[in-house]
């Protein structure tokens, strides 16, 4: 069964933080390099991290210092630690594999960062 569940997202004034979850079933998980994407309003959806299975990570240069992707292989978890927020991160958060096509997509969770 090809799952993912995204939590983790809420309201929160500029500075603050949040950490991300995302459950993903093996299917899409193992052997893959797992990735943070981001839609912001009226905007594309775009990579923001990314993680391989060895634990090397990618964040895109403008979130670098406030951005950290980590995973559990254990579990199938791929997270994302967002610190120091900005109003600009607002946005629904995605997980999926990084560097592929992806056709199936969870609900995402929304992050909404207040001035």
């Known amino acids: 069964q090809v799952q993912l569940v995204e939590s983790g997202g809420g309201l929160v004034q500029a500075g603050g933080s949040l950490r991300l979850s995302c459950a993903a079933s093996?299917?899409?998980?193992?052997?893959?390099?797992m990735g943070w994407y981001r839609q912001a309003p009226g905007k594309q959806r775009e990579l923001v991290a990314s993680?391989?299975?060895?634990?090397?990570?990618n964040v895109r240069d403008s979130l670098k210092g406030r951005f950290t992707i980590s995973r559990d292989n254990a579990k199938n978890t791929v997270y994302l630690q967002m610190n120091s927020l900005k109003p600009d991160d607002t946005g629904i958060y995605y997980c999926?594999?990084?560097?592929?096509?992806?056709?199936?997509w969870g609900q995402g969770t929304q992050v909404t960062v207040s001035s």
């Open positions: 993680i391989t299975v060895g634990g090397a990570t």
């Open positions: 093996a299917s899409i998980f193992s052997f893959n390099t």
């Open positions: 999926n594999r990084a560097g592929y096509y992806n056709t199936y």
